[in-house]
């Protein structure tokens, strides 16, 4: 099981997801560090847990896709600099920043990250989809199925409300690695909610790598997710109060 600590980026600082209501989001306040600049908090997760594979949520660059309420002076392009910066010090990054089509793909490409990630919420279309993992491979583009108290954020382009249909949508588009993400239940702390899902994922298409994301409270729920055959978890708020520790981790 990876574990992948989470940076919410906004306005150039850390802050805490609470339910995908990202108007309200504030600076992180940590154990871990007493800053919320993105450096430090990654450089306090590889001190602390070893973990230097990490999640990035460029939210400026997500809200400047959307239409929803946001923070004044929000929504911005994508931040380019933090991501070489971060990766100049050795850490391997997953970046979501609101990739719309294979123009904004191209610039997360060439800033060299590991991982390209093509949510749901802001994705025109699985046309869109297919053509990233054709120019990328399907090594470099996680899909992320990107749900709002188990609803899908999708655009009318993929011609359904349901979970189960869009994934086999993604899949005809050549996708292989899955992100399940329900925003509703990010720093919540309430579980995932996502698991039925999860389950028929893997059971269906075994050979589907699938990350999990939102709502993790303890190292039981991870090892509860890697009985449903998810290969990885994003994991940010039990981390930065303290609820998964070091020992935990030394246990998967």
Partial sequence: MQILP????LGGQVVRGVAGRREEYRPIVSRLCSSSAPLAIARAFRTQFGLDCLYLADLDAILRQLSEPRPSGSGAAPAISLYRALQDDSFTLWVDAGVRDAASARTIAKAGVDTIVAGLETLNGPETLRELVHNYGPERVVFSLDLKEGKPLAAPTWGSDDPQRIAETAL???ARRFLVL???RVGVGGGTGTEALYTWL?????????TAGGG?????????LAQFGVTS???????????????????L
């Fill in 182 to 184: 329900d925003l509703a």
């Fill in 202 to 210: 893997t059971k269906r298409w075994p050979e589907l790598r699938v």
């Fill in 216 to 224: 993790i409270r303890s190292i039981d729920d991870i090892q509860r």
């Fill in 233 to 251: 978890v994003l994991v940010a708020s039990a981390l930065h109060d303290g609820r998964i520790t070091a020992a935990d981790l030394s246990r």
């Fill in 6 to 9: 989470v940076l919410d980026l």
């Fill in 172 to 174: 005809g588009c050549g």
